[in-house]
């Protein structure tokens, strides 16, 4: 079982939708993260928080909007995806820390039509 | 940024048979290097990291990675492959952004393919 919760599991929307991507984790840590993971390629990072704070955006496009309420949530805004997004989006979390490990959720599978 | 550079993106071995999944770094300083698996339809799931403390480290379900200074190599092995070792492994660094902050860096992964 992952500490880290994903929902929704699957989730398919068309170009001109509106929808969010959630993460959730007890564990106290306060850096969260956002990849992205295309079929049969490795994680890309998109975004990192480190205390509720924005530090990290790796020049995503302005259709994703990362939110961060709380220590423990971790928020991606969706809106007007093309085709190309379509992807695994995976949320981490990890302590502070140089050698610190990321614990992943399972994903979230998004599918743009 | 620092990074990894995994070497063969497929490896098949035989159900017993050893296990080795490359992976070399690129860095002038002392990496923090980690080693991650992912199974079909699932997140990643950290197997081991390099602490420094020692050069070879045990993870968990019985791999373990030598850290070679003078061969800048993370390589990952286990001795005897069982049938639910099939995965996509992935070697990772934590790279300092141009932001100043820290993020981790993956290789490009192996798929391991284990035959009965």
């Known amino acids: 079982d992952t500490e880290v919760t994903q929902t929704p599991k699957h989730l398919v929307m068309g170009m001109t939708n509106k929808k969010s991507l959630k993460c959730e984790q007890h564990m106290g840590h306060r850096a969260m993260y956002w990849y992205k993971q295309k079929a049969k390629k490795p994680p890309e990072l998109m975004f990192v928080?480190?205390?509720?704070?924005?530090?990290i955006n790796e020049s995503v496009p302005s259709r994703f909007s990362p939110e961060c309420p709380n220590s423990s949530l971790l928020n991606l805004h969706l809106h007007a995806l093309q085709p190309e997004d379509s992807a695994l989006y995976l949320c981490?979390?990890?302590?502070?820390?140089?050698?610190?490990?990321?614990?992943f959720g399972n994903g979230t599978r998004l599918t743009v039509t | 940024a620092q990074s990894v550079t995994q070497l063969g993106s497929h490896v098949s071995v035989s159900e017993g048979a050893l296990v080795l999944l490359r992976c070399n770094y690129s860095s002038s300083v002392p990496p923090y290097l980690f080693w991650y698996v992912q199974y079909p339809n699932q997140g990643l799931q950290l197997l081991l990291k390099y602490t420094s403390a020692a050069t070879l480290v045990k993870g968990i379900n019985g791999f373990e990675a030598e850290f070679k200074k003078s061969e800048t190599s993370f390589h990952l092995t286990k001795p005897s492959a069982h049938m639910s070792d099939a995965a996509e492994y992935f070697c990772a660094v934590s790279s300092l952004m141009d932001t100043g902050r820290r993020a981790l860096t993956f290789g490009s992964g192996t798929r391991l393919q284990v035959q009965p």
């Open positions: 981490a979390s990890s302590q502070r820390g140089k050698n610190s490990p990321l614990h």
């Open positions: 928080y480190s205390y509720e704070k924005l530090s």
